[in-house]
T-cell receptor, first 116, second 116 residues
Framework: AQTVTQSQPEMSVQEAETVTLSCTYDTSESDYYLFWYKQPPSRQMILVIRQEAYKQQNATENRFSVNFQKAAKSFSLKISDSQLGDAAMYFCAYRSAMAGNTPLVFGKGTRLSVIA | ETGVTQSPTHLIKTRGQQVTLRCSSQ?????VSWYQQALGQGPQFIFQYYREEENGRGNFPPRFSGLQFPNYSSELNVNALELDDSALYLC?????WGRGGQETQYFGPGTRLLVL
């Protein structure tokens, strides 16, 4: 079974600074997807960014980028120019690329605080 | 906003009772997945419905059951409620049945269930 580990329960960052959230995962599969989801106090899980394991290039979405190290099974999220609205729980998630809609496997999350 | 809606937003039940939670999927989506998120934890996969049939289940007992209707909306039913069932219940819709992960899962705002 696949597992996802987020070793930082809480992180904080000054507004306009950069922060990196860590995630490691364990799998015997070679083809999969990795995701970062944001969950603000409103509770709605919002997709931030996703990475396909067969792509070597790291995904980027505006101020959000990832550092995907397949051999090390590491998938960190970098938030640049942090904004107050970035404050939320961030979850790293894994999804197998087997045929069909496979479920997401989530880590326990990292609570990010942004200091004005 | 993802277009996925859930009702009710909050619910209080007592131990032993039964509860039904509802989810309307995003327009055009034929797959609904349900997740349980306990306080301070990441979401855990309960089960998934594709075109009105259950086609995947996590490690949850049979008292957790569900339905998907012809319009692809879905219900989660929990019988004989226990205190540990207190959690945020999230549903996510996607367009299946392609390669796993290719179809992004869009989450609803969740239903907060408290069992006393």
């Amino acid at each position: 079974a696949q597992t996802v580990t987020q070793s930082q329960p809480e992180m904080s960052v000054q507004e306009a600074e950069t922060v990196t959230l860590s995630c490691t995962y364990d799998t015997s599969e070679s083809d999969y997807y990795l995701f970062w989801y944001k969950q603000p106090p409103s509770r709605q899980m919002i997709l931030v960014i996703r990475q396909e394991a067969y792509k070597q290039q790291n995904a980027t979405e505006n101020r959000f980028s990832v550092n995907f190290q397949k051999a090390a099974k590491s998938f960190s999220l970098k938030i640049s120019d942090s904004q107050l609205g970035d404050a939320a729980m961030y979850f790293c998630a894994y999804r197998s690329a087997m045929a069909g809609n496979t479920p997401l496997v989530f880590g326990k999350g990292t609570r990010l605080s942004v200091i004005a | 906003e993802t277009g996925v809606t859930q009702s009710p937003t909050h619910l209080i039940k007592t131990r032993g009772q039964q509860v039904t939670l509802r989810c309307s999927s995003q327009s055009g989506h034929n797959t609904v997945s349900w997740y349980q998120q306990a306080l301070g934890q990441g979401p855990q996969f309960i089960f998934q419905y594709y075109r009105e049939e259950e086609n995947g289940r996590g490690n949850f007992p049979p008292r957790f059951s569900g339905l998907q209707f012809p319009n692809y909306s879905s219900e989660l039913n929990v019988n004989a409620l226990e205190l540990d069932d207190s959690a945020l219940y999230l549903c996510a819709s996607s367009l299946g049945w392609g390669r796993g992960g290719q179809e992004t899962q869009y989450f609803g705002p969740g239903t907060r269930l408290l069992v006393l």
